[in-house]
């Protein structure tokens, strides 16, 4: 159906610059709101950066100031780009994506879709 594909990521000193992306294929009638998530070890999997198909960005406190989300509506891609890593940035990042299937007959269904999962590592 839809599919989500993460690329980027990867090892970094703190202080550090890393991005990650996310492509969605499939049949795609529409993407609304795209998102970043994140799950540590141990830890419950929290937002990081949601965007809406308009642009209105909306970040967690930790990150604000430091990430940056976008989107590139055409490519069906949303992006994050990350600055001044810390360790506690640790974590496997998802993305997420609300996106309208068409269905027979004209209809849509809406279903939220996730990636695999990207990891990130910051260093001390």
């Known amino acids: 159906q839809v599919q989500l594909v993460e690329s980027g990521g990867g090892l970094v000193q703190a202080g550090g610059s890393l991005s990650v992306s996310c492509a969605a294929s499939?049949?795609?009638?529409?993407?609304?709101?795209m998102a970043w998530y994140r799950q540590a070890p141990g830890k419950q999997r929290e937002m990081v950066a949601h965007?809406?198909?308009?642009?209105?960005?909306n970040y967690a406190d930790s990150v604000k100031g430091r990430f940056t989300i976008s989107r590139d509506n055409a490519k069906n891609t949303v992006y994050l780009q990350m600055n001044s890593l810390k360790p506690e940035d640790t974590a496997a990042y998802y993305c997420?994506?609300?996106?309208?299937?068409?269905?027979?007959?004209?209809?849509?269904?809406?279903?939220?879709?996730w990636g695999q999962g990207t990891q990130v590592t910051v260093s001390s």
């Open positions: 997420n994506a609300h996106v309208a299937v068409p269905r027979f007959g004209g209809s849509l269904s809406e279903y939220d879709y």
């Open positions: 499939g049949r795609i009638f529409r993407i609304d709101a």
């Open positions: 965007i809406t198909s308009g642009g209105t960005t």
